[in-house]
Antibody, heavy 129, light 111 residues
Framework: EVHLLESGGGLVQPGGSLRLSCAAS????????MNWVRQAPGKGLEWVSH????????FYADSVKGRFSISRDNSKNTLHLQMNSLRVEDTALYYC??????????????????????WGQGTLVTVSS | QSALTQPPSASGSPGQSVTISCTGT?????????VSWYQQHPGKAPKLIIY???ERPSGVPDRFSGSKSGNTASLTVSGLQAEDEADYYC???????????FGGGTKLTVL
């Protein structure tokens, strides 16, 4: 059974840092791209960041670019999100989400399928003074 | 990139059908067949119910169907059941570097 378990959330002051983790089990972790998606209290979903299965390709939403950094350790089946220079508007429940990949023979590389087929339960980040 | 546009609410009686729209632009919904839909019950994580416009993951009832015309995608829930009451979000690929553009969500009420 696929399982994604986020951790590392908490209360932090504006300008502070947090490192989120997502422990994966029940599937071959390196065969999937991974993403972080957040949801502010009472609001909708917002995609935050993507990392390829090998970890050599990353993308970020404009709202977090330059402040957040996504990484993965395939030997430990773990995904991370380093969040720096946190703002009040970063307050949200942060989900890690699995993204299937396919091999693109034209580009000669694996690419994401742009949907999220498994989600964790989320970890809450509160940015407040 | 602006969020995709969904109606804030939709409703229907048990057994009826309801359709939720998701409007974007030619740079996202209209430009790619990478539209997905997610169901979220209160206090729960989102669940994938439709991907690539109209594909259903295994285990998702065939009462859920997806389609697209131009810049607007649609989710239809047929034979409404009480457990379908939830928030529904659409999402689309929006080109290099914007991998998951979401709609604002639609709260579906089963009357």
């Amino acid at each position: 059974e696929v399982h994604l378990l986020e951790s590392g959330g908490g209360l932090v002051q504006p300008g502070g840092s947090l490192r989120l983790s997502c422990a994966a089990s029940g599937f071959t972790f390196s065969s999937y791209a991974m993403n972080w998606v957040r949801q502010a209290p009472g609001k909708g979903l917002e995609w935050v960041s993507h990392i390829s299965g090998s970890g050599d390709s990353t993308f970020y939403a404009d709202s977090v670019k330059g402040r957040f950094s996504i990484s993965r350790d395939n030997s430990k089946n773990t995904l991370h999100l380093q969040m720096n220079s946190l703002r009040v508007e970063d307050t949200a429940l942060y989900y890690c989400a699995r993204e299937p990949m396919y091999y693109d023979y034209i580009w000669g590389s694996y690419r994401g399928e742009y949907h999220f087929d498994q989600w964790g339960q989320g970890t809450l980040v509160t940015v407040s003074s | 990139q602006s969020a995709l546009t969904q109606p804030p609410s939709a409703s229907g009686s048990p057994g009826q059908s309801v359709t939720i729209s998701c409007t974007g632009t030619s740079s996202d919904v209209g430009g790619y067949n990478y539209v997905s839909w997610y169901q979220q019950h209160p206090g729960k994580a989102p669940k994938l119910i439709i991907y690539e416009v109209s594909e259903r993951p295994s285990g998702v009832p065939d009462r859920f169907s997806g389609s697209k015309s131009g810049n607007t995608a649609s989710l239809t829930v047929s034979g409404l059941q009480a457990e379908d009451e939830a928030d529904y979000y659409c999402s689309s690929y929006a080109g290099f570097n914007t991998l998951g553009l979401f709609g604002g969500g639609t709260k579906l009420t089963v009357l």
